[in-house]
Protein backbone atom coordinates (compact mmCIF):
# COMPACT_ATOMS: atom_id res chain seq x y z
CA UNK A 1 0.00 0.00 0.00
CA UNK A 2 2.49 2.54 1.14
CA UNK A 3 4.24 1.93 -2.03
CA UNK A 4 1.74 3.33 -4.27
CA UNK A 5 2.33 6.61 -3.05
CA UNK A 6 6.07 6.53 -4.06
CA UNK A 7 4.65 5.15 -7.30
CA UNK A 8 6.60 7.95 -10.08
CA UNK A 9 4.00 10.21 -11.86
CA UNK A 10 0.82 8.60 -9.38
CA UNK A 11 -0.12 11.93 -7.74
CA UNK A 12 0.11 13.82 -11.37
CA UNK A 13 -2.23 11.13 -12.96
CA UNK A 14 -4.08 11.57 -9.78
CA UNK A 15 -4.49 15.33 -10.41
CA UNK A 16 -5.67 14.90 -13.77
CA UNK A 17 -8.50 12.42 -12.97
CA UNK A 18 -9.88 14.24 -10.05
CA UNK A 19 -10.11 17.26 -12.12
CA UNK A 20 -12.30 15.73 -14.92
CA UNK A 21 -14.28 14.13 -11.97
CA UNK A 22 -14.43 18.03 -11.17
CA UNK A 23 -15.55 19.03 -14.06
CA UNK A 24 -18.45 16.55 -13.90
CA UNK A 25 -19.79 17.93 -10.79
CA UNK A 26 -19.53 21.14 -11.38
CA UNK A 27 -21.27 21.23 -14.53
CA UNK A 28 -23.70 19.41 -12.44
CA UNK A 29 -24.07 22.51 -10.57
CA UNK A 30 -24.13 24.70 -13.64
CA UNK A 31 -27.23 22.91 -14.53
CA UNK A 32 -29.11 23.47 -11.45
CA UNK A 33 -28.19 27.18 -11.79
CA UNK A 34 -29.01 27.38 -15.16
CA UNK A 35 -32.72 25.38 -14.79
CA UNK A 36 -32.92 28.36 -11.74
CA UNK A 37 -32.66 31.00 -13.59
CA UNK A 38 -34.99 30.22 -16.04
CA UNK A 39 -37.80 28.38 -13.51
CA UNK A 40 -36.95 29.32 -10.03
CA UNK A 41 -39.68 26.85 -8.60
CA UNK A 42 -37.58 24.08 -9.47
CA UNK A 43 -37.40 21.26 -6.71
CA UNK A 44 -38.41 24.46 -4.34
CA UNK A 45 -37.89 22.50 -0.74
CA UNK A 46 -33.82 21.60 -1.22
CA UNK A 47 -32.42 24.19 0.91
CA UNK A 48 -28.62 22.70 -0.62
CA UNK A 49 -29.95 23.03 -4.23
CA UNK A 50 -31.27 26.85 -4.03
CA UNK A 51 -29.36 29.19 -6.62
CA UNK A 52 -27.59 31.44 -3.66
CA UNK A 53 -26.11 28.08 -2.71
CA UNK A 54 -25.41 26.25 -6.00
CA UNK A 55 -24.22 28.78 -7.91
CA UNK A 56 -20.73 29.77 -5.69
CA UNK A 57 -20.79 25.49 -5.22
CA UNK A 58 -20.66 25.43 -9.62
CA UNK A 59 -17.76 28.54 -9.94
CA UNK A 60 -15.41 27.21 -7.35
CA UNK A 61 -15.84 23.74 -8.51
CA UNK A 62 -14.84 24.37 -11.62
CA UNK A 63 -11.94 26.64 -11.16
CA UNK A 64 -10.07 25.15 -8.25
CA UNK A 65 -11.82 21.81 -8.83
CA UNK A 66 -11.63 21.39 -12.73
CA UNK A 67 -9.21 23.77 -14.53
CA UNK A 68 -7.07 24.12 -11.38
CA UNK A 69 -6.73 20.56 -10.14
CA UNK A 70 -6.23 18.96 -13.78
CA UNK A 71 -3.70 21.97 -14.82
CA UNK A 72 -1.59 20.65 -11.22
CA UNK A 73 -1.64 17.45 -12.54
CA UNK A 74 -0.10 17.79 -15.97
CA UNK A 75 2.49 20.06 -14.03
CA UNK A 76 3.47 17.60 -11.94
CA UNK A 77 4.64 15.75 -14.88
CA UNK A 78 5.91 18.26 -17.08
CA UNK A 79 7.99 19.40 -13.81
CA UNK A 80 10.29 16.88 -13.66
CA UNK A 81 9.75 15.80 -17.14
CA UNK A 82 11.34 19.09 -18.87
CA UNK A 83 14.07 19.08 -15.97
CA UNK A 84 15.24 15.49 -16.74
CA UNK A 85 14.66 14.40 -12.79
CA UNK A 86 12.00 12.66 -10.78
CA UNK A 87 9.73 15.05 -8.75
CA UNK A 88 11.36 15.61 -5.10
CA UNK A 89 8.73 13.70 -3.68
CA UNK A 90 5.90 11.53 -4.77
CA UNK A 91 4.11 11.10 -0.68
CA UNK A 92 4.15 15.31 -0.18
CA UNK A 93 2.86 15.55 -4.04
CA UNK A 94 0.04 12.91 -2.46
CA UNK A 95 -0.27 15.19 0.57
CA UNK A 96 -1.03 18.30 -1.78
CA UNK A 97 -3.66 15.78 -3.41
CA UNK A 98 -5.16 15.53 -0.19
CA UNK A 99 -5.14 18.90 1.08
CA UNK A 100 -6.57 20.34 -2.31
CA UNK A 101 -9.16 18.30 -2.75
CA UNK A 102 -10.23 18.36 1.17
CA UNK A 103 -10.81 22.45 0.03
CA UNK A 104 -12.94 21.99 -3.35
CA UNK A 105 -15.11 19.26 -1.75
CA UNK A 106 -15.60 21.93 0.79
CA UNK A 107 -17.84 23.06 -1.61
CA UNK A 108 -20.47 20.52 -2.70
CA UNK A 109 -20.43 19.69 1.30
CA UNK A 110 -20.27 22.69 2.98
CA UNK A 111 -21.40 25.69 0.78
CA UNK A 112 -24.34 23.77 -0.29
CA UNK A 113 -25.51 23.74 3.58
CA UNK A 114 -24.58 27.00 4.47
CA UNK A 115 -20.84 27.20 5.64
CA UNK A 116 -19.33 29.59 3.44
CA UNK A 117 -18.08 33.32 4.21
CA UNK A 118 -20.09 34.52 1.28
CA UNK A 119 -17.69 36.62 -0.61
CA UNK A 120 -17.22 36.03 -4.12
CA UNK A 121 -13.91 33.57 -5.49
CA UNK A 122 -12.96 34.29 -1.70
CA UNK A 123 -15.93 31.79 -0.54
CA UNK A 124 -14.08 28.92 1.08
CA UNK A 125 -14.37 29.41 4.99
CA UNK A 126 -11.25 29.74 6.95
CA UNK A 127 -10.35 25.82 7.75
CA UNK A 128 -10.77 25.25 3.88
CA UNK A 129 -8.48 28.16 3.52
CA UNK A 130 -5.82 26.33 5.48
CA UNK A 131 -6.47 23.25 4.07
CA UNK A 132 -5.40 24.93 0.27
CA UNK A 133 -2.64 27.03 1.79
CA UNK A 134 -1.17 23.71 3.19
CA UNK A 135 -1.57 22.72 -0.31
CA UNK A 136 0.22 25.48 -1.82
CA UNK A 137 3.26 24.95 0.41
CA UNK A 138 3.87 21.17 -0.33
CA UNK A 139 3.47 22.35 -4.02
CA UNK A 140 6.29 25.14 -3.52
CA UNK A 141 8.47 22.58 -1.62
CA UNK A 142 8.29 19.82 -3.63
CA UNK A 143 8.58 22.23 -7.01
CA UNK A 144 11.74 24.02 -5.62
CA UNK A 145 13.92 21.11 -4.43
CA UNK A 146 12.91 19.24 -7.76
CA UNK A 147 14.64 22.31 -9.31
CA UNK A 148 17.35 21.91 -7.24
CA UNK A 149 18.02 18.63 -7.93
CA UNK A 150 17.34 19.12 -11.76
CA UNK A 151 19.95 17.29 -14.14
CA UNK A 152 19.06 20.28 -16.88
CA UNK A 153 20.72 23.33 -16.78
CA UNK A 154 17.92 25.43 -18.38
CA UNK A 155 15.19 26.42 -16.61
CA UNK A 156 12.13 26.34 -19.45
CA UNK A 157 9.11 29.35 -19.51
CA UNK A 158 7.09 26.36 -18.03
CA UNK A 159 8.71 25.36 -15.49
CA UNK A 160 8.91 29.21 -14.00
CA UNK A 161 5.42 29.85 -14.84
CA UNK A 162 4.27 26.26 -12.49
CA UNK A 163 6.45 27.01 -9.56
CA UNK A 164 5.69 31.24 -9.55
CA UNK A 165 1.62 29.74 -10.18
CA UNK A 166 2.08 28.63 -6.46
CA UNK A 167 4.49 31.15 -4.62
CA UNK A 168 2.05 33.75 -6.19
CA UNK A 169 -1.31 31.98 -4.62
CA UNK A 170 0.54 31.65 -1.16
CA UNK A 171 0.99 35.17 -1.34
CA UNK A 172 -2.27 36.49 -2.53
CA UNK A 173 -4.55 34.12 -1.44
CA UNK A 174 -4.55 35.23 2.57
CA UNK A 175 -4.74 38.60 1.62
CA UNK A 176 -8.07 38.36 -0.35
CA UNK A 177 -9.23 35.80 1.63
CA UNK A 178 -8.72 37.91 5.09
CA UNK A 179 -7.42 34.65 6.45
CA UNK A 180 -6.30 36.94 9.70
CA UNK A 181 -10.18 37.50 10.78
CA UNK A 182 -11.25 33.97 11.27
CA UNK A 183 -14.66 34.45 11.75
CA UNK A 184 -15.77 36.18 8.91
CA UNK A 185 -12.59 36.44 6.43
CA UNK A 186 -13.95 39.97 5.77
CA UNK A 187 -13.01 43.47 6.41
CA UNK A 188 -15.60 46.31 7.19
CA UNK A 189 -17.33 47.99 4.72
CA UNK A 190 -15.76 49.39 1.20
CA UNK A 191 -12.00 48.01 1.58
CA UNK A 192 -13.61 44.61 1.91
CA UNK A 193 -14.58 44.91 -1.75
CA UNK A 194 -11.03 45.82 -2.61
CA UNK A 195 -9.09 42.94 -0.95
CA UNK A 196 -11.85 40.06 -2.10
CA UNK A 197 -11.46 41.71 -5.69
CA UNK A 198 -7.43 41.22 -5.29
CA UNK A 199 -8.00 37.60 -4.89
CA UNK A 200 -10.69 37.65 -7.12
CA UNK A 201 -8.75 38.62 -10.03
CA UNK A 202 -5.40 36.74 -8.95
CA UNK A 203 -7.18 33.85 -9.20
CA UNK A 204 -7.57 33.36 -13.15
CA UNK A 205 -4.79 35.66 -13.50
CA UNK A 206 -2.10 34.60 -10.99
CA UNK A 207 -3.26 30.75 -10.50
CA UNK A 208 -5.42 29.72 -13.42
CA UNK A 209 -3.22 31.68 -16.13
CA UNK A 210 0.02 30.80 -15.17
CA UNK A 211 -1.06 27.18 -15.19
CA UNK A 212 -2.64 26.90 -18.22
CA UNK A 213 -0.09 29.41 -20.39
CA UNK A 214 2.56 26.77 -18.66
CA UNK A 215 0.98 24.02 -20.30
CA UNK A 216 0.58 25.30 -23.83
CA UNK A 217 3.95 26.02 -23.85
CA UNK A 218 4.88 22.38 -22.86
CA UNK A 219 2.20 20.75 -25.74
CA UNK A 220 1.90 22.94 -28.57
CA UNK A 221 6.48 22.47 -29.04
CA UNK A 222 5.79 19.04 -28.48
CA UNK A 223 3.33 18.15 -30.61
CA UNK A 224 4.91 20.65 -33.55
CA UNK A 225 7.88 18.74 -33.08
CA UNK A 226 9.92 21.99 -33.01
CA UNK A 227 11.48 23.97 -30.45
CA UNK A 228 9.56 27.04 -29.28
CA UNK A 229 10.02 29.99 -31.30
CA UNK A 230 11.63 31.98 -28.73
CA UNK A 231 12.40 31.37 -24.96
CA UNK A 232 13.30 35.33 -24.50
CA UNK A 233 9.99 36.32 -25.24
CA UNK A 234 8.68 33.69 -23.36
CA UNK A 235 10.22 35.09 -20.54
CA UNK A 236 9.51 38.69 -21.63
CA UNK A 237 5.76 37.83 -21.47
CA UNK A 238 5.96 36.12 -18.04
CA UNK A 239 8.00 39.12 -16.29
CA UNK A 240 5.18 41.46 -18.11
CA UNK A 241 2.48 39.16 -16.55
CA UNK A 242 4.07 39.70 -12.95
CA UNK A 243 4.38 43.31 -13.59
CA UNK A 244 0.54 44.25 -14.61
CA UNK A 245 -1.55 41.66 -13.73
CA UNK A 246 -0.93 41.93 -9.93
CA UNK A 247 -2.71 45.17 -9.46
CA UNK A 248 -5.77 45.10 -11.63
CA UNK A 249 -8.49 43.72 -9.39
CA UNK A 250 -10.05 47.02 -9.22
CA UNK A 251 -11.40 46.96 -12.54
CA UNK A 252 -13.95 44.98 -10.92
CA UNK A 253 -15.25 47.51 -9.01
CA UNK A 254 -14.86 50.74 -11.24
CA UNK A 255 -18.25 51.84 -10.58
CA UNK A 256 -17.93 51.98 -6.79
CA UNK A 257 -16.46 54.73 -4.62
CA UNK A 258 -12.64 52.72 -4.51
CA UNK A 259 -10.15 55.51 -4.50
CA UNK A 260 -9.86 57.24 -7.93
CA UNK A 261 -5.98 56.49 -8.61
CA UNK A 262 -6.96 52.68 -7.78
CA UNK A 263 -8.99 52.52 -10.65
CA UNK A 264 -6.44 54.32 -13.07
CA UNK A 265 -3.71 52.09 -12.23
CA UNK A 266 -6.27 48.84 -12.66
CA UNK A 267 -7.43 50.36 -15.82
CA UNK A 268 -3.96 51.46 -17.81
CA UNK A 269 -2.63 48.07 -16.43
CA UNK A 270 -6.05 46.49 -17.87
CA UNK A 271 -5.39 47.87 -21.28
CA UNK A 272 -1.14 46.73 -21.16
CA UNK A 273 -2.35 42.96 -20.37
CA UNK A 274 -2.24 43.39 -24.03
CA UNK A 275 1.34 42.84 -24.17
CA UNK A 276 1.89 39.92 -22.39
CA UNK A 277 -1.04 38.25 -23.93
CA UNK A 278 0.38 39.08 -27.46
CA UNK A 279 3.67 37.90 -26.59
CA UNK A 280 2.58 34.19 -25.33
CA UNK A 281 -0.04 34.16 -28.33
CA UNK A 282 2.36 35.39 -30.97
CA UNK A 283 5.48 32.79 -29.38
CA UNK A 284 3.03 29.93 -29.61
CA UNK A 285 1.43 30.59 -32.95
CA UNK A 286 5.24 31.35 -34.20
CA UNK A 287 6.33 27.86 -32.92
CA UNK A 288 3.36 25.82 -34.69
CA UNK A 289 2.79 27.91 -37.92
CA UNK A 290 4.38 25.84 -39.82
CA UNK A 291 2.87 22.68 -38.67
CA UNK A 292 -1.42 23.34 -38.45
CA UNK A 293 -2.16 20.07 -39.08
CA UNK A 294 0.01 18.22 -36.58
CA UNK A 295 -1.64 20.59 -34.31
CA UNK A 296 -4.81 20.55 -35.61
CA UNK A 297 -5.14 16.87 -36.29
CA UNK A 298 -3.90 16.08 -32.75
CA UNK A 299 -7.35 15.70 -30.42
CA UNK A 300 -5.13 17.09 -27.75
CA UNK A 301 -3.31 19.90 -29.21
CA UNK A 302 -6.45 20.95 -30.92
CA UNK A 303 -8.16 21.69 -27.56
CA UNK A 304 -4.96 23.59 -26.39
CA UNK A 305 -4.98 25.66 -29.65
CA UNK A 306 -8.20 25.84 -29.11
CA UNK A 307 -7.82 27.17 -25.12
CA UNK A 308 -5.25 29.96 -27.05
CA UNK A 309 -8.07 31.11 -29.62
CA UNK A 310 -9.94 31.73 -26.87
CA UNK A 311 -7.43 33.64 -24.54
CA UNK A 312 -7.18 35.66 -27.80
CA UNK A 313 -10.89 36.65 -27.62
CA UNK A 314 -10.98 36.96 -23.65
CA UNK A 315 -8.08 39.16 -23.81
CA UNK A 316 -9.30 41.49 -26.48
CA UNK A 317 -12.74 41.49 -24.54
CA UNK A 318 -11.12 41.89 -21.11
CA UNK A 319 -9.49 45.26 -21.69
CA UNK A 320 -12.29 46.90 -23.82
CA UNK A 321 -14.67 46.03 -20.80
CA UNK A 322 -12.34 47.52 -18.29
CA UNK A 323 -12.87 50.85 -19.88
CA UNK A 324 -15.21 53.15 -17.11
CA UNK A 325 -17.44 54.09 -19.80
CA UNK A 326 -18.01 50.86 -21.81
CA UNK A 327 -18.40 49.19 -18.36
CA UNK A 328 -21.25 51.08 -17.48
CA UNK A 329 -23.03 49.34 -20.16
CA UNK A 330 -21.46 45.52 -19.73
CA UNK A 331 -21.50 45.31 -15.53
CA UNK A 332 -23.69 43.44 -13.06
CA UNK A 333 -25.54 41.66 -16.61
CA UNK A 334 -24.95 38.36 -18.34
CA UNK A 335 -22.39 40.16 -21.01
CA UNK A 336 -19.38 39.74 -18.00
CA UNK A 337 -20.59 35.89 -17.09
CA UNK A 338 -20.01 35.34 -21.06
CA UNK A 339 -16.71 36.82 -20.18
CA UNK A 340 -15.69 34.74 -17.21
CA UNK A 341 -17.03 31.08 -19.28
CA UNK A 342 -14.70 31.88 -22.01
CA UNK A 343 -12.08 32.87 -19.67
CA UNK A 344 -12.38 29.41 -17.28
CA UNK A 345 -13.35 27.43 -19.88
CA UNK A 346 -12.72 28.24 -23.04
CA UNK A 347 -8.80 29.42 -22.28
CA UNK A 348 -8.23 27.75 -18.71
CA UNK A 349 -10.89 24.54 -19.36
CA UNK A 350 -9.63 24.35 -22.97
CA UNK A 351 -5.63 24.11 -22.01
CA UNK A 352 -6.38 22.06 -19.19
CA UNK A 353 -8.59 19.34 -20.95
CA UNK A 354 -6.04 19.15 -23.64
CA UNK A 355 -2.85 19.02 -21.97
CA UNK A 356 -4.72 16.01 -19.60
CA UNK A 357 -5.38 14.49 -22.88
CA UNK A 358 -1.45 14.54 -23.70
CA UNK A 359 0.01 14.14 -20.61
CA UNK A 360 -2.54 10.52 -19.73
CA UNK A 361 -0.60 8.26 -22.61
CA UNK A 362 3.00 9.43 -21.10
CA UNK A 363 2.07 8.82 -17.24
CA UNK A 364 0.13 5.22 -17.83
CA UNK A 365 1.61 3.60 -20.83
CA UNK A 366 -1.70 3.41 -22.09
CA UNK A 367 -2.97 4.81 -25.61
CA UNK A 368 -5.78 6.45 -25.37
CA UNK A 369 -8.97 4.24 -25.75
CA UNK A 370 -10.60 6.51 -28.03
CA UNK A 371 -9.01 9.72 -29.90
CA UNK A 372 -12.72 10.04 -31.61
CA UNK A 373 -14.62 10.59 -28.03
CA UNK A 374 -11.89 13.23 -27.57
CA UNK A 375 -13.10 14.85 -30.54
CA UNK A 376 -16.56 14.26 -29.86
CA UNK A 377 -15.79 16.20 -26.11
CA UNK A 378 -14.37 19.01 -28.62
CA UNK A 379 -17.16 19.29 -30.69
CA UNK A 380 -20.03 19.12 -27.56
CA UNK A 381 -18.23 21.70 -25.79
CA UNK A 382 -17.06 24.00 -28.69
CA UNK A 383 -20.51 24.29 -29.88
CA UNK A 384 -21.68 24.46 -26.10
CA UNK A 385 -19.65 27.38 -25.21
CA UNK A 386 -19.61 29.46 -28.69
CA UNK A 387 -23.59 29.52 -27.55
CA UNK A 388 -22.72 30.45 -24.35
CA UNK A 389 -20.79 33.28 -25.49
CA UNK A 390 -23.56 34.39 -28.26
CA UNK A 391 -26.71 33.99 -25.76
CA UNK A 392 -24.93 35.52 -22.71
CA UNK A 393 -23.33 38.94 -24.49
CA UNK A 394 -26.44 39.61 -26.03
CA UNK A 395 -28.59 39.15 -23.22
CA UNK A 396 -26.05 41.39 -21.21
CA UNK A 397 -25.82 43.60 -23.99
CA UNK A 398 -30.22 44.02 -24.03
CA UNK A 399 -29.98 44.27 -20.04
CA UNK A 400 -27.02 46.76 -19.91
CA UNK A 401 -28.57 49.15 -22.29
CA UNK A 402 -32.19 49.03 -21.31
CA UNK A 403 -30.59 49.83 -17.32
CA UNK A 404 -28.95 52.81 -19.01
CA UNK A 405 -32.19 54.64 -20.18
CA UNK A 406 -33.88 54.37 -17.22
CA UNK A 407 -35.44 50.85 -17.16
CA UNK A 408 -35.86 48.68 -14.30
CA UNK A 409 -34.26 45.81 -13.47
CA UNK A 410 -37.53 43.41 -13.44
CA UNK A 411 -39.14 44.77 -16.22
CA UNK A 412 -35.97 43.56 -18.86
CA UNK A 413 -36.28 39.93 -17.60
CA UNK A 414 -38.91 38.46 -19.50
CA UNK A 415 -36.87 40.14 -22.39
CA UNK A 416 -33.82 37.92 -21.47
CA UNK A 417 -35.77 34.70 -20.46
CA UNK A 418 -34.99 32.99 -24.25
CA UNK A 419 -31.82 33.53 -23.24
CA UNK A 420 -31.45 31.83 -20.31
CA UNK A 421 -33.66 29.19 -21.44
CA UNK A 422 -30.97 28.72 -24.40
CA UNK A 423 -28.19 28.72 -22.02
CA UNK A 424 -29.68 26.02 -19.89
CA UNK A 425 -30.18 24.25 -23.20
CA UNK A 426 -26.31 24.84 -24.62
CA UNK A 427 -25.59 23.67 -21.21
CA UNK A 428 -26.60 20.41 -21.93
CA UNK A 429 -23.78 19.61 -24.50
CA UNK A 430 -21.06 21.11 -21.76
CA UNK A 431 -21.98 18.55 -19.64
CA UNK A 432 -22.41 15.73 -21.92
CA UNK A 433 -18.65 16.57 -22.89
CA UNK A 434 -18.07 16.23 -19.28
CA UNK A 435 -19.30 12.99 -19.12
CA UNK A 436 -17.59 11.70 -22.52
CA UNK A 437 -14.16 12.83 -20.64
CA UNK A 438 -14.88 11.19 -17.61
CA UNK A 439 -15.97 8.33 -19.40
CA UNK A 440 -12.93 8.25 -22.10
CA UNK A 441 -10.26 8.82 -19.14
CA UNK A 442 -12.11 5.76 -17.64
CA UNK A 443 -11.67 3.36 -20.31
CA UNK A 444 -8.09 4.66 -21.47
CA UNK A 445 -6.81 3.63 -17.85
CA UNK A 446 -8.68 0.19 -17.16
CA UNK A 447 -8.82 -0.98 -21.40
CA UNK A 448 -6.25 1.77 -22.87
CA UNK A 449 -4.07 -0.29 -25.15
CA UNK A 450 -0.31 -0.62 -23.58
CA UNK A 451 2.06 0.57 -25.80
CA UNK A 452 5.25 -1.09 -26.60
CA UNK A 453 8.62 0.52 -24.87
CA UNK A 454 10.02 1.32 -28.26
CA UNK A 455 6.36 3.38 -28.48
CA UNK A 456 6.35 5.14 -25.14
CA UNK A 457 9.87 6.26 -25.13
CA UNK A 458 9.26 7.61 -28.73
CA UNK A 459 6.41 9.48 -27.37
CA UNK A 460 8.08 10.79 -24.10
CA UNK A 461 11.37 12.07 -26.09
CA UNK A 462 8.79 13.75 -28.75
CA UNK A 463 10.81 16.96 -29.72
C1 LIG B 1 -22.86 22.70 -17.88
C2 LIG B 1 -22.27 23.79 -18.24
C3 LIG B 1 -22.43 25.07 -17.48
C4 LIG B 1 -23.56 25.74 -17.14
C5 LIG B 1 -24.98 25.33 -17.44
C6 LIG B 1 -23.17 26.92 -16.41
C7 LIG B 1 -24.05 27.82 -15.86
C8 LIG B 1 -23.71 28.89 -15.06
C9 LIG B 1 -24.63 29.77 -14.40
C10 LIG B 1 -26.13 29.68 -14.49
C11 LIG B 1 -23.93 30.69 -13.73
C12 LIG B 1 -24.47 31.83 -12.86
C13 LIG B 1 -24.64 33.07 -13.71
C14 LIG B 1 -25.31 34.19 -13.00
O1 LIG B 1 -25.10 34.41 -11.80
O2 LIG B 1 -26.09 34.92 -13.65
C15 LIG B 1 -22.53 30.42 -13.95
C16 LIG B 1 -21.49 31.15 -13.45
C17 LIG B 1 -20.17 30.87 -13.67
N1 LIG B 1 -19.67 29.75 -14.30
FE1 LIG B 1 -20.73 28.37 -15.33
N2 LIG B 1 -21.81 26.97 -16.36
C18 LIG B 1 -21.31 25.86 -16.99
C19 LIG B 1 -19.99 25.52 -17.14
C20 LIG B 1 -18.93 26.23 -16.61
C21 LIG B 1 -17.55 25.88 -16.75
C22 LIG B 1 -17.04 24.64 -17.47
C23 LIG B 1 -16.83 26.84 -16.10
C24 LIG B 1 -15.34 26.98 -15.90
C25 LIG B 1 -14.45 26.13 -16.28
C26 LIG B 1 -17.76 27.80 -15.54
C27 LIG B 1 -17.41 28.93 -14.83
C28 LIG B 1 -18.30 29.84 -14.29
C29 LIG B 1 -17.90 31.08 -13.64
C30 LIG B 1 -16.47 31.58 -13.43
C31 LIG B 1 -19.09 31.73 -13.25
C32 LIG B 1 -19.19 33.07 -12.54
C33 LIG B 1 -19.51 34.11 -13.58
C34 LIG B 1 -19.60 35.52 -13.08
O3 LIG B 1 -19.85 35.74 -11.89
O4 LIG B 1 -19.43 36.45 -13.88
N3 LIG B 1 -19.02 27.39 -15.87
N4 LIG B 1 -22.42 29.30 -14.76
C1 LIG C 1 -6.27 41.04 -20.76
C2 LIG C 1 -6.79 40.39 -19.86
C3 LIG C 1 -8.09 40.63 -19.15
C4 LIG C 1 -8.70 41.78 -18.77
C5 LIG C 1 -8.21 43.19 -18.98
C6 LIG C 1 -9.93 41.40 -18.09
C7 LIG C 1 -10.85 42.29 -17.56
C8 LIG C 1 -11.95 41.95 -16.84
C9 LIG C 1 -12.90 42.90 -16.28
C10 LIG C 1 -12.82 44.39 -16.39
C11 LIG C 1 -13.84 42.18 -15.62
C12 LIG C 1 -14.99 42.73 -14.81
C13 LIG C 1 -16.18 43.02 -15.63
C14 LIG C 1 -17.29 43.62 -14.80
O1 LIG C 1 -17.52 43.22 -13.66
O2 LIG C 1 -17.93 44.52 -15.33
C15 LIG C 1 -13.51 40.77 -15.78
C16 LIG C 1 -14.24 39.73 -15.26
C17 LIG C 1 -13.77 38.43 -15.22
N1 LIG C 1 -12.63 37.95 -15.80
FE1 LIG C 1 -11.39 38.97 -17.01
N2 LIG C 1 -10.03 40.04 -18.08
C18 LIG C 1 -8.92 39.53 -18.69
C19 LIG C 1 -8.60 38.21 -18.85
C20 LIG C 1 -9.15 37.18 -18.11
C21 LIG C 1 -8.65 35.84 -18.06
C22 LIG C 1 -7.43 35.35 -18.81
C23 LIG C 1 -9.45 35.17 -17.22
C24 LIG C 1 -9.39 33.72 -16.79
C25 LIG C 1 -8.32 32.99 -16.76
C26 LIG C 1 -10.50 36.09 -16.76
C27 LIG C 1 -11.53 35.77 -15.89
C28 LIG C 1 -12.52 36.61 -15.51
C29 LIG C 1 -13.66 36.21 -14.71
C30 LIG C 1 -13.94 34.81 -14.15
C31 LIG C 1 -14.46 37.35 -14.53
C32 LIG C 1 -15.80 37.42 -13.80
C33 LIG C 1 -15.66 38.03 -12.47
C34 LIG C 1 -17.03 38.21 -11.83
O3 LIG C 1 -17.58 37.22 -11.32
O4 LIG C 1 -17.54 39.34 -11.83
N3 LIG C 1 -10.28 37.29 -17.34
N4 LIG C 1 -12.35 40.67 -16.54
Not at 31 to 51: Q, T
Not at 203 to 219: D, M, Q, S
Not at 332 to 341: L, P, R, S
Amino acid sequence: MIKFFYKPKGAALAFMVAGAAWFAVGAVYGMFSAIHLVAPEFLPHLAPLVFGRERPVHVNTMLYGFVGTMLIGAGLYYLPALLKTRLWSEPLAWVAFAFWNLTIASGPLGFAFGFTQGREYNEYVWLADVSLMLAAVCLIVNTVLTIVNRNEQQLYVSVWYFMAAFLWTAGNYPLGNVMWHPATGAMPGLIDSIFLWFWGHNLPGLLITPLATGAAYFVIPRVSRTPLNSHTLSLLGFWLLVALYTHIGGHHVLQSPIPNWLKTVSVVDSISMVLPVSIVVMNLWMTARHFGARIWGDPAARFVMGGVVWYVVTCIQGPLQSLPFLQRVTHFNNWTVGHAHIAMLGFGGYIALGAMWHIVPLVTGRELYSQKLVSLQFGLITFGLTGFFLVLTAAGLIQGTAWHNGETVYRVLPQIAPFMASRAALGVFILTGSLVGLFNLFMTLRHGRVMEVQQLRHAEEAA
